[in-house]
Antibody, heavy 117, light 106 residues
Framework: EVQLVESGGGLIQPGGSLRLSCAAS????????MSWVRQAPGKGLEWVSV???????YYADSVKGRFTISRDNSKNTLYLQMNSLRAEDTAVYYC???????????WGQGTLVTVSS | SYVLTQPPSVSVAPGQTARITCGGN??????VHWYQQKPGQAPVLVVY???DRPSGIPERFSGSNSGNTATLTISRVEAGDEADYYC?????????FGGGTKLTVL
């Protein structure tokens, strides 16, 4: 079964750092485009970042320079390192596989990040 | 940057047809994908590549894309279809989501 499971969310103070993990099963992370998508409370979906199978990475302007996407091929796991966190980064963070580098399926269950003092 | 525009809400009676639009500049030249999200759950893909359905998605869900508008059509709407729906495209090396449409089944 193709599955993604996120972890690492929690409550963090403004300016702090957090690393999210996304463990994949049923497929190989490094052979796919993988993305992070977030959803602030009561709001819509916002794309955060993508890592291509070749290793290139891209970010939304709102997180560029603060967030870093990466993967560990040996663990078949995707990561999102989040630094200099702000209140507006508060959201549920989903990881997702981009099938054919195009549509997202599956999605993980999401992990909640709350940035607050 | 590329913008996708969806109506905030659509309401339909059970058994009727719901149409949710997604507007974008020359969106007909892009591949559009649609997701359903129910409260407290992760999004689920319901239509990909404008009009294809993943396995397990009812035939009641269909899509089209032309010109400046893509449309998700849900036929014979059921109470269980009540959810938020999002369109999505790629623009250069980034991903764009529409703002989402809340489908209410009256």
């Amino acid at each position: 079964e193709v599955q993604l499971v996120e972890s690492g969310g929690g409550l963090i103070q403004p300016g702090g750092s957090l690393r999210l993990s996304c463990a994949a099963s049923g497929f190989t992370v490094s052979s796919n485009y993988m993305s992070w998508v977030r959803q602030a409370p009561g709001k819509g979906l916002e794309w955060v970042s993508v890592i291509y199978s070749g290793g290139s990475t891209y970010y939304a302007d709102s997180v560029k320079g603060r967030f870093t996407i990466s993967r560990d091929n040996s663990k078949n796991t995707l990561y999102l390192q989040m630094n200099s966190l702000r209140a507006e980064d508060t959201a549920v963070y989903y990881c997702a596989r981009a099938v054919a580098a195009n549509w997202f399926d599956p999605w993980g269950q999401g992990t909640l990040v709350t940035v607050s003092s | 940057s590329y913008v996708l525009t969806q109506p905030p809400s659509v309401s339909v009676a059970p058994g009727q047809t719901a149409r949710i639009t997604c507007g974008g500049n020359n969106i007909g030249s892009k591949s559009v994908h649609w997701y359903q999200q129910k409260p407290g759950q992760a999004p689920v893909l319901v239509v990909y590549d404008d009009s294809d359905r993943p396995s397990g998605i009812p035939e009641r869900f269909s899509g089209s894309n032309s010109g400046n508008t893509a449309t998700l059509t849900i036929s014979r709407v059921e109470a269980g279809d009540e959810a938020d729906y999002y369109c999505q495209v790629w623009d250069s090396s980034s991903v764009v989501f529409g703002g989402g449409t809340k489908l209410t089944v009256l």
